[in-house]
């Protein structure tokens, strides 16, 4: 009877149109992995598992020996006491579901767990990716992986850093994914490194020696956006005076991300849904088929599944772009790699403007934990580079930047930051009129500003 159960809510997983395509492209993410790749019912049924985890069998016998996850991987007879992997189920804002070194993850080698939706909207199974027995040596030659700290925790992979276990998580994903073919959706707010990720996830791939090419889906019209990616033959419109390659083309044997993948058009949407079901591509104005191997990732700041829902994003398109879903998380869930942050910003800014290198005291290093990053990681890079153009001496102790510590987290830094620029270019206005002996005109000159400006801004700052 229960054989019977499960091998019915198995059959209901391949007719529900969604999960069906979802597996497909998992199918496609798990060919030719030497890492075991499963996907398991709410009962921890396998449904699927490729033949590194599962050797010798297919999906369709898989779901023959309707075996529960413990016995295929665990081998073992009895249940497993918890699986942290069972998070999936338990509240739909789970994304991912990372699985510690306990007994159980020894047991089977499970590393992590994302949730699989159903065309209902329900969470019905999860995709499980296992512990890669030899990662180190896949991305040696590149030296991006760096060795983690006698600590055991990772500081940076690429250009990402964190210390935070949020961002080992992420670390830990990006690492056991970034090798595989499927789509890689990152979702996260603007400002916190989306573009970053997908540059690492290509940097530890074996098309790391391809093209990374990048396109903001949001800053260009439909049309222009259909020819840059297409491509177009020449007559196929006003201004095609030859034929253009598209950027797939431009990208073929690496990866191509799509920035603000969420902007785009439903027209658009089917378009690219059809490079992704059959791996080519056609010029605008032509009727050719191109055939393309690029990897795709795309990223958005705006939750998709509200815009699936919405009708404005296609559900087909949605689940074959989130093949592996990335979620980034904002500065305010990962305040403890500020300082990490800040000493990196620091550093490179000084270099950048030929500076000598700059301390931050620990005074400000709390008022800049504590401030409330509106803009994540990239309104906290400008900022530092402001202070570090703006201010002199050899420590970084702006009293504007001692002052974050003091204000609320629904102020955020615009107005902190105003005053310190405004309060430096007062400094200087008064050292350039004092240089010029108040000669207006002069001091202007000095300051490479026109003689209008000076006197707004003599006005503005209250200067006789």
Known sequence: MAGSQSKQRAQGFFEDPILAAR????????????????????????????????????????VGHSAKC?????????????????KVFEAPEVQSVACGSGVEGAACGMHQAFPLVSSQGVVESMLVLFKHQ??????????????????????????????????????DTIALVADSPATVLIQGESGTGKELVAKTLHRLSYRRKKPFVVVDCGSLPETLLESELFGHMKGAFTGATATKRGLFEEADGGTIFLDEIADTTPAFQAKLLRV???????????NQPIKIDVRIVSATNKDLVELVKAKSFRQDLYYRLAVLPLYLPPLRERREDIPLLVEHFVAASCKRHRQPL???????????????????????????????????????TCKDIVALGSTTKDEGLRTVVRDAVSQTERARIVDALKKTGGNRLRAAKLLKISRASLYNKLRDYELQ
Request: charged content about 25%; overall charge negative; hydrophobic content about 40%.
């Open 276 to 286: 992704l079901q059959e791996g080519e591509v056609k010029r605008v104005g032509g």
């Open 70 to 86: 413990y016995e295929a991987f665990a081998h073992r007879t009895d249940p497993c006491e918890a699986c942290p992997a069972s």
């Open 23 to 62: 597996l497909e492209a998992i199918k496609q993410l798990a060919s030719g992995m030497t890492d075991r790749v499963a996907v398991m019912d709410r009962d921890f049924n396998v449904v699927y598992a490729n033949e590194a985890g599962w050797p010798g069998s297919s999906m369709e016998e898989s």
């Open 358 to 396: 700059r301390t931050v005291s620990p005074e400000v290093m709390h008022a800049l934990s504590g401030a409330a990053w509106q803009g994540n990681v990239r309104e906290l890079q400008h900022y530092i580079e402001r202070a570090v153009v703006t201010t002199t001496g050899s420590d970084l």
């Open 134 to 171: 030899a990662l180190g040596s896949r991305v040696s030659a590149d030296a991006v992986l760096e060795d983690p700290s006698p600590s055991g925790v990772r500081e940076s992979l690429g250009e990402l850093l964190g210390r935070s276990p949020v961002m080992q998580q992420l670390f």
